[in-house]
């Protein structure tokens, strides 16, 4: 089994939109989870961190997390061109590693 | 601070050749992070530092990968030899310790031809 799953396609958006993304997880007893954004030929830049159930907001991101459903979201309001870029969820496990899922890719067209 | 230190940044080769990527970390940062990112996926981890002593190498294909890190800073990652499979960016991050975020540098591009 996996232990970070991405399931979603390629998302296209309009600009000014909101995008949605979603993550599940295999360890229940995991307790921080993260978004990265990563640009094309770039390397992971961390965006959202969050350890406790519900939402957390900065700025135009929302990340949203669900223990009981092993679910983690992030939302992306009012989109802009530069949020086209591929999204990592990643689940911290023991030592610190952290587990990244495939990436979700984004695309908000103007 | 300056960020974490990566080079080369491309590197091509032929298959059964060897190739070695070097890290610098964050100053004072104490966990090192080797990952292999294949074109269309999600970062793997290969190997953890902690300091100089190594914390996790499940991962690691150790028939042909290697890894140190002399002194806990700098870490060089070793493929001998080569396949073509392992054509994939290799990221380096480190973070503070085991509780802190990553900050990952630039990665090195490997092709295998």
């Known amino acids: 089994q996996k232990e970070v799953e991405q399931n979603s396609g390629p998302l296209s958006v309009p600009e000014g939109a909101i995008a949605s993304l979603n993550c599940t997880y295999s360890?229940?007893?995991?307790?921080?989870f993260f978004w990265y954004r990563q640009y094309s030929g770039k390397s992971p830049e961390l965006i959202m961190s969050i350890y406790s159930n519900g939402d957390k907001e900065d700025g135009r991101f929302t990340a949203q997390l669900n223990k009981a459903s092993q679910y983690v979201s992030l939302l992306i309001r009012d989109s802009q061109p530069s949020d086209s870029a591929t999204y990592l969820c990643?689940?911290?496990?023991?030592?610190?590693?952290?587990?990244f899922g495939k990436g979700n890719q984004v695309v908000v067209i103007p | 601070e300056a960020g974490v230190a990566q080079s080369p940044r491309y590197k091509i080769i032929e298959k059964r050749q060897s190739v070695a990527f070097w890290c610098n970390p964050i100053s004072g940062h104490a966990t090192l992070y080797w990952y292999q990112q294949i074109l269309g996926q999600g970062p793997k981890l290969l190997i953890q530092f902690q300091n100089n002593g190594v914390v996790d190498d499940s991962q690691l294909p150790k028939d042909r990968f290697s890894a140190e890190r002399l002194k806990g800073v700098d870490s060089t990652l070793k493929i001998q030899p080569a396949k073509l499979e392992d054509s994939a960016v290799y990221l380096c991050?480190?973070?503070?310790?085991?509780?802190?975020?990553?900050?990952f540098g630039s990665g090195t591009r490997l092709t295998v031809v």
């Open positions: 991050a480190s973070s503070l310790d085991r509780g802190h975020g990553y900050t």
């Open positions: 360890d229940r007893g995991s307790q921080s």
């Open positions: 990643a689940v911290r496990y023991g030592n610190n590693r952290l587990a």
